[in-house]
Structures are given as C-alpha cells and as structure tokens.
T-cell receptor, first 118, second 114 residues
C-alpha cells in the first residue's frame, strides 16, 4: 500500500531559524512523483515542488530546499532563515500508481503546521 | 485566467439535505478532482475525472456523486448530507490526465452539516 507519513504535527521556530519538515513515503512502484504543497492561514493550497522518482538531485529555490533520498524513502523540505510569512501547514504528497504508471491521484500526508514566531 | 473557482465558500446544511458544490476551471485542463480535508487526516480524494464524460471514484466516494458534462465544470453532489460530511472541500485540476503534474486547487468550500 502507498502511504505518506509526516510525523511532525507541529513545529514552532523563531524567525531566522532554519527548519526541516520531514516526509517519509511508502510505495512499491519504481515510477512515482512526490509533491510539497503549502496551505497558509488563508486556506488555499499552493504548489511548491514536484519531483519524479528518477531524479534524486536536491533542489534549491531561494530559501527553500528539498532533499530526496530513495534509500530512506524520504523527501524532506528545509526552509532557511525562516520568516513569519512561512507560517502555514505544509503537505507532502505521493502520486498514486495505477497499471504501472503514476497518476494525478495524490496521497497526502497529514501535514505539518509550521509556526514562525517573530 | 480565473484558475479554479469554487462556490459557495461556506455552506451550512441540515442532515438529509442535498446540495451541489460547484467547481469550474478556465485552463482547459483534462483532469479534475475533488478532495476533502479533515483535521489530522490531510486531504483525501473523493472523485476524479480524466475528461468530459469520464469520472471515477477515489478513496472516499460514499455519499457523493459527480458528473463531467464539459471540460470546464466538475460539480460535486451530496445526496443526503450527514454530519460526517462536515469538512473543507477542494476542487483541483491538472493539465495532463496521464502524468502526475502540478495540480491547481480552488479556494475551498467549508461545509457544516448539522
């Protein structure tokens, strides 16, 4: 069965601290996609990144970086020098597989609430 | 482009009432889906569609119906509302029906069933 685990329910940091959000996934498929979405207090879901299972290169986008490690089935998200505007719920998601291929059907983790204090 | 729009934003129903949550996208996306978000459970897929006239069930389809008569619209119908259907509902769309692409989410509908 496919599953996404975000063990950290809530994290609280002080502004300018670095913070890492953990994501561990389970799948038997060789082709899959992983995603991170941000849900700010306003409630909408904002796409952050999509990574396929064949690309293990880490990615950096400004203060955001992602570490994908197939050996540990993890896709962790780090925010460097956190800011109050980073306060949100962050979801990790895995594309559900069907007939050997990845689909748009997403399996979400339960989310991590990040609170950045000024 | 308006992106993905959902109406209404808020709704209160009594047990047994029916209603339709509206979802529309103006990006000519093939794939559309409905999720519900409950505290501590993340988002769970209710129904999805890979194109006009084609729909299928997700993880939690019971109590909901969908149809896709046009590419743009994907309404979600609650047949007989129950308190267990109190949730926030998100509609999403994606360009490709065959690849796991970025999905664009609507602003959500907060539904309370009394």
């Amino acid at each position: 069965a496919q599953k996404v685990t975000q063990a950290q329910t809530e994290i609280s940091v002080v502004e300018k601290e670095d913070v890492t959000l953990d994501c561990v996934y389970e799948t038997r498929d060789t082709t899959y996609y992983l995603f991170w979405y941000k849900q700010p207090p306003s409630g909408e879901l904002v796409f952050l990144i999509r990574r396929n299972s064949f690309d293990e290169q880490n990615e950096i986008s400004g203060r955001y970086s992602w570490n994908f490690q197939k050996s540990t089935s993890s896709f962790n998200f780090t925010i460097t020098a956190s800011q109050v505007v980073d306060s949100a719920v962050y979801f990790c998601a895995l594309s559900e597989a069907e007939y050997g291929g990845a689909t748009n059907k997403l399996i979400f983790g339960t989310g991590t609430l990040l609170a950045v204090q000024p | 482009n308006a992106g993905v729009t959902q109406t209404p934003k808020f709704q209160v129903l009594k047990t047994g009432q029916s209603m339709t949550l509206q979802c529309a996208q103006d990006m000519n996306h093939e794939y559309m889906s409905w999720y519900r978000q409950d505290p501590g459970m993340g988002l769970r897929l209710i129904h999805y569609s890979v194109g006009a006239g084609i729909t299928d069930q997700g993880e939690v389809p019971n109590g909901y119906n969908v149809s896709r008569s046009t590419t743009e619209d994907f309404p979600l119908r609650l047949l007989s509302a129950a308190p267990s259907q109190t949730s926030v509902y998100f509609c999403a769309s994606s360009y490709s029906k065959t690849l796991a692409n970025e999905q664009f989410f609507g602003p959500g509908t907060r539904l309370t069933v009394l």
